[in-house]
């Protein structure tokens, strides 16, 4: 998931310390545990990609508090509890401090001390405060502050009640406003209480910050005075969580990291800013809370068990910022699918003006590939025909600009060298090279974008179909078949028994053995005789470390287990391999893999991180951390539905009023009953030992098994 920023692309760098990040659509805080936003570390309060808050720092009587505990009420809420240092002749603390903190389009925290001991405490309450306006991406890479910035002004406003910094940079203006409660005194970069705290007693206050953007004013979706239970965020989470799916199984994980799924989908959704009440998923947190075209249209895939809504989202978002010129600063083409999405300031300077950089050769096939998989699942019919000129000019793309040399086969090079130089979801500058590993020389046909502009034909072709046009779907039908032969007559390498990663500039296969394979199981696009060959090594010790695939395997030249992309093992590239193993029957390795993947996320206490290290579990017990990783991350979120969604061999087609179920569910999860949304219902499966059910399909919808 590397940023399009090609000038800072790679993992970002470690925040420092236990951070705690909390995140509300896009706006988001990491702190650390204690709840301090320090400025020598990856910290900060970001709305639209800014850090609007770059100190938060807590003393009392101008010593720091000392960490007890962090509760993370919720994705967007924590409580931080910590003490006060002993006073002098004490040999205790007696003062409890709680700093409760609600993160939505600004931030409020609700401050309360405690006093435990028979006397009163009287107390200096004090709160360090400054904002440095740094673009994320500064942040993320440890650039130097923005104050280094010559054309930048800071200053500082103090009236009686809150305190507004104001940046202004190349003509742009930010804003931070803090607000106190109480008899609160505040001077420039200070907001401070001069109080007694009663014996057996408590004292309370309030603070938030808002921020404004240009001449907009963001209202924080938190203010103090009001019920928290009340506020947007808050009703979204319950309402979200109310419609999620209900899972019950004696698999302890399982149910756990199914929770955690669903808590995790919920606290990365965003709005589209001109259409409120539109929610598409960001890619991650903390450095990608921004719509990704790969990142939102994989992840609403694999999710589609737990809403559609958010899959019809990511598409009529991405639809809006869909390529209509040519720019080679942006690689925006007429019809492209963007890869990202940025309002901070360098990202408009890096991109030469824009706010969406397009390059990526993988989300533009699938698009089309997820708006036919969301038409299987019941999307109505207008809907489609509403998106359907989007997946046209996709497919129209694909053809006039994906396929560089007419070869039927898309390629990418990046356009200048700002943009990535790998453009599949292996994005990193030396995610893609030969057995050797050499680096690939560009323009590169990825197997995997083959595989999805197959899916994407595929898609095309089935909706023709469902809206009686059969001449397109013929069309279609034609095209896939014969991007099938072409891609198992180029890419398979019959002497070593697996498909190449791809062809290079020369067309001469890349001949790594890598993870990229499973997508094309998932696909579909492998020939049947060639797809036993493929199962066994993805299973055989050099890919498969037992809780996961590696992205590359270790007998390959450039393996690193500790790498972003050459060697660690990435969640949803796992569940995709799942998917592509039971598709071609190989129920047995299916399992074997999703296990392992789901014992994974049993270690993070049912969280997948976006990437961990692919050493072998016979090795090391437990799945090694990768110290940049996002977490929560979306498509590792949404990995463990698509793993359940392949044990289950569930596979909708609405259009043809059927429904294919064959659960090949392990030992371990029975009994296993699951409730989820389907169209306009939701249907309940039930899986035991002795058999199946399944109720409350659509009218008029059969179910069939495959034999």
Request: aromatic share 8%; net charge negative; charged share 20%.
């Amino acid at each position: 998931m590397t940023s399009a920023w090609a000038s800072g692309s790679g993992p970002p760098v470690h925040t420092g310390g236990e951070a705690i990040t909390l995140i509300e659509g896009s706006t988001f805080c990491v702190s650390s545990s204690s709840g301090d936003v320090l400025p020598e570390r990856t910290h900060g309060l970001f709305v639209a990609d800014t850090r609007i808050l770059s100190v938060w720092r807590l003393t009392v009587d101008g010593a720091d508090v000392e960490p007890l505990t962090t509760i993370e009420d919720d994705s967007n809420q924590a409580t931080f509890i910590a003490r006060t240092p002993p006073r002098r002749g004490h040999a205790d603390s007696t003062l409890l401090v709680r700093r409760t903190r609600y993160v939505g389009d600004g931030l409020r925290e609700d401050l309360v001390l405690r006093n435990v001991g028979r006397d009163a405490a009287h107390v200096v309450v004090a709160l360090a405060v400054d904002a440095d306006f740094a673009d994320l991406f500064q942040v993320k890479h440890g650039r130097p502050a923005p104050d280094q910035v010559v054309d930048q002004i800071v200053d500082v406003e103090v009236g009686p009640d809150l305190m507004t910094y104001r940046c202004t940079v190349g003509g742009s203006g930010r804003s931070m406003t803090v607000t106190a409660s109480g008899e609160a005194v505040l001077a420039a970069g200070l907001v401070s209480y001069r109080t007694a705290v009663p014996a057996r007693g408590e004292w309370s206050a309030c603070l938030s910050v808002r921020a404004s953007i240009g001449s907009q004013h963001i209202p924080p979706r938190y203010r103090c005075g009001e019920n928290v239970e009340d506020a947007t965020p808050a009703r979204r989470l319950r309402a979200w969580r109310t419609a999620a799916p209900i899972v019950s199984t004696p698999d302890a994980g399982l149910a756990a990291t199914l929770r955690v799924s669903i808590r995790d989908l919920g606290a990365l959704q965003i709005d589209d800013p001109d259409h409120p009440g539109r929610r598409a998923v960001a890619a991650g947190a903390p450095w990608f809370m921004a719509l990704f075209g790969r990142d939102s249209l994989l992840t609403s895939w694999m999710a589609l068990p737990v809403d559609q809504r958010l899959a019809l989202g990511t598409l009529q978002t991405l639809a809006r910022f869909q390529g209509v010129k040519e720019d080679p600063l942006t690689e925006e083409q007429p019809g492209r699918i963007l890869h990202e999405v940025r309002f901070g300031r360098e990202a408009a300077m890096a991109l030469g003006g824009g706010r969406a950089y397009y390059g990526t050769a993988d989300a533009t096939p699938l698009f089309v590939a997820l708006l036919g998989e969301l038409h299987r699942w019941g999307l109505p019919g207008v809907e489609v025909r509403a998106l359907l000129p989007a997946a046209d000019r996709a497919l129209a793309w694909v053809r006039e600009y994906g396929d560089l040399d007419g070869d039927g086969f898309v390629e990418y090079r990046r356009s200048t060298e700002r943009g990535l130089a790998n453009q599949g979801w292996k994005d990193s500058f030396d995610g893609v090279n030969d057995a050797a590993g050499r680096l690939a020389v560009p323009p590169i046909a990825l197997a995997e974008v083959q595989a999805y502009v197959y899916a994407a034909y595929r898609a095309r072709a089935a909706i023709a179909t469902a809206l009686g046009d059969p001449a397109t779907a013929v069309t279609y039908v034609e095209r896939a078949a014969a991007l099938k032969a072409a891609f198992n007559d180029r890419f398979w390498l019959p002497d070593r028994k697996w498909f190449a990663v791809g062809l290079d500039a020369d067309k001469r296969p890349l001949d790594a053995l890598a993870s990229n394979m499973g997508h094309c199981l998932w696909s579909g696009i492998i020939d049947d005789d060639k797809a036993a060959a493929v199962a066994a090594h993805m299973l055989a010790p050099p890919m498969w470390t037992g809780f996961g695939l590696r992205t590359l395997a270790s007998t390959m030249g450039a393996y690193n287990p500790m790498s972003y992309h050459n060697g660690s093992v990435w969640p949803h590239d796992t569940a995709v391999a799942v998917a592509g193993l039971m598709r071609y029957g190989f129920v047995e390795e299916a399992q074997e893999v999703g296990l392992g993947l789901l014992d994974a996320a049993v270690h993070g206490g049912g969280r997948l991180p976006e990437l961990f290290c692919g050493f072998d579990r016979t090795e090391l017990s437990v799945p090694v951390a990768y110290p940049t990783s996002c977490s929560p991350q979306a498509w590792a979120a949404a990995a463990p539905w698509l793993v359940v969604r392949s044990l289950l061999r569930l596979d909708p087609d609405l259009p043809n009023s059927r429904v294919m179920v064959a659960p090949a569910v392990p030992d371990r999860m029975l009994p296993l009953r699951i409730e989820h949304p389907l169209a306009s219902t939701r249907i309940t499966l039930d899986v035991r030992r002795g058999g199946w059910t399944i109720e409350g399909l659509p009218e008029g919808v059969v179910v069939e098994s495959p034999s």
